[in-house]
């Protein structure tokens, strides 16, 4: 059975940085897109980045283009989100997913993990 578990979490100061991990187990997630959406309290989970099978193709929301990267290492099959700047509507739970196709839309990906709260104070 295959498991996504995100970690990296925590309390940060706007204009402060996390990086958020997710370890994949149960299956070899190398020929997978990941992804990382996030959902705020009292909102819709959104998309916010993915990353292709070989790292060569990756996609960001508007909202965090410039200031996040996603990065993954299929050795270690884990995927990685490193959030700079960090704003206070930046704040949400983050959950790491994986599909073999993936995409924009939610419905789409197979995979989620369980999520880790991102707090951004002003």
């Known amino acids: 059975q295959a498991h996504l578990v995100e970690s990296g979490g925590g309390l940060v100061q706007a204009g402060g940085s996390l990086r958020l991990s997710c370890a994949a187990s149960?299956?070899?997630?190398?020929?997978?897109?990941m992804g990382w959406f996030r959902q705020a309290p009292g909102k819709e989970r959104e998309f916010v980045a993915c990353i292709s099978w070989s790292g060569g193709s990756t996609g960001y929301a508007d909202s965090v283009k410039g200031r996040f990267t996603i990065s993954r290492d299929n050795a270690k099959n884990t995927v990685y989100l490193q959030m700079n700047n960090l704003k206070p509507e930046d704040t949400a739970v983050y959950y790491c997913?994986?599909?073999?196709?993936?995409?924009?839309?939610?419905?789409?990906?197979?995979?989620w993990g369980q999520g880790t709260q991102v707090t951004v104070s002003s």
């Open positions: 997913t994986a599909d073999a196709y993936g995409g924009v839309a939610l419905t789409i990906w197979e995979y």
């Open positions: 149960g299956r070899t997630f190398s020929s997978y897109a």
